[in-house]
């Protein structure tokens, strides 16, 4: 049984117990998405005509007066006959089509404290914003977990993983730390996310913050960036613990001699250590840049740190629209 789903002047079809989100991202047809678990609100849409079930819904993100004035979660919604819904912005909107298809695992390999690097090669090429993220499958469960490559979009045959162990995770402890291999076939899902950079980008200053492994969306989009406008202002900050966190120095050594504006700050938070940077990277943002007057920020990273981040972009008189974030969550439960 199949739905009509209506939306800025498009009708996709939607399978009973499919989402409203997942039918029409599998369309290409864009609507705004962030976490897809229902935690953040960004695809909140109106119900114009027919019914939804909200499934599991949570009501600190969809309230019931919410509910009761035809708001939905497209994440979370599935439709139960026909239904008409508005999407801000979704309008003659495209996106890159959502679809499942799998990667052979190509390289394990440690590269910082309870840190990996896992390399994913496509049979075909995925079409993606530097950015956004993928779902894998954790095998032998109906689990998923989201991880954001550190790709451009034009490196479309190896997906570049960075995963950050959790004690006793499914997905970490219970695979990608334990007995993955290469050779191994993995099941993914994707592109997911609105986490890119504008295509109406004019090349001004950017500043980048990323904590633990949520660097790694942050690598492409500063990678996507200076390739449109090399000589670009660009600071972009990696906030870890210590030391033994840190990785890609040479990556990014390398962007600094390509790049004379580009700079990267590495920022230890609990173990100092001499010659380097101590404190937050949100502090150090701040400590760093007077006024950020025409700039853009990107935030990736656990959700107090984007937090204070966009208090840190806002201090400095950033405007709220040119502030992009994605709270990165390695899920409590891995």
């Known amino acids: 049984m199949t739905f009509a789903v209506s939306v800025g002047g498009r009708q996709v079809e939607c399978a009973a117990g499919q989402t409203l989100l997942d039918a029409c991202l599998r369309a290409g047809v864009w609507m705004p998405n962030s976490c897809n678990q229902g935690t953040c609100g960004t695809c909140k849409l109106t119900v114009r005509s027919g019914a939804v079930d909200h499934g599991d819904s949570p009501l600190d993100t969809l309230t019931a007066d919410e509910r009761a004035a035809g708001l939905a979660l497209a994440c979370q919604a599935r439709p139960v006959g026909d239904v008409t819904v508005g999407a801000t912005g979704a309008e003659g909107r495209a ?3 959502l679809r499942d298809f799998t990667a052979t ?6 590269i910082a404290r309870d840190t990996r690097r896992v390399l994913l090669g496509l049979a075909e090429p995925l079409a993606f914003e530097a950015g956004q993220y993928v779902e894998l499958t954790v095998p032998g469960t109906a ?3 989201q991880y954001s490559p550190a790709n451009t979009a034009d490196e479309d045959k190896v997906l570049e993983l960075h995963v950050r162990r959790v004690d006793g995770g499914l997905a970490t402890d219970g695979w990608l730390f334990a007995g993955i291999a290469a050779g191994d076939i993995v099941e993914v899902s994707g592109p997911l996310g609105d986490f890119h950079l504008p295509s109406e980008d004019e090349g001004g200053p950017m500043v980048l913050i990323g904590g633990g492994t949520g660097l790694a969306p942050l690598v492409g ?3 996507t960036a200076l390739r449109r406008h090399p000589d670009r202002e660009m600071l972009l900050y990696h906030g870890v613990r210590g030391a033994a966190d840190l990785y890609d120095l040479d990556r990014f050594a390398e962007l600094a001699e390509a790049h004379p504006n580009f700079r990267f700050v590495p920022v230890l938070s609990h173990e100092p250590e001499p010659g380097r940077r101590g404190g937050f990277p949100t502090d150090a943002f701040v400590e760093d840049v007077a006024g950020a007057r025409g700039w853009s920020g990107w935030l990736c990273g656990p959700p107090p740190m984007v937090e204070a ?4 972009f806002k201090r400095r008189r950033m405007a709220p629209r040119h502030i992009h974030r994605e709270k990165f969550t390695p899920a409590d439960e891995g």
């Open 309 to 312: 981040g966009v208090k840190a």
């Open 143 to 145: 689990a998923r977990r």
């Open 221 to 223: 989009i500063a990678r």
């Open 105 to 110: 695992v190509l390289e394990v390999a440690d």
């Open 95 to 97: 996106t890159h089509p």
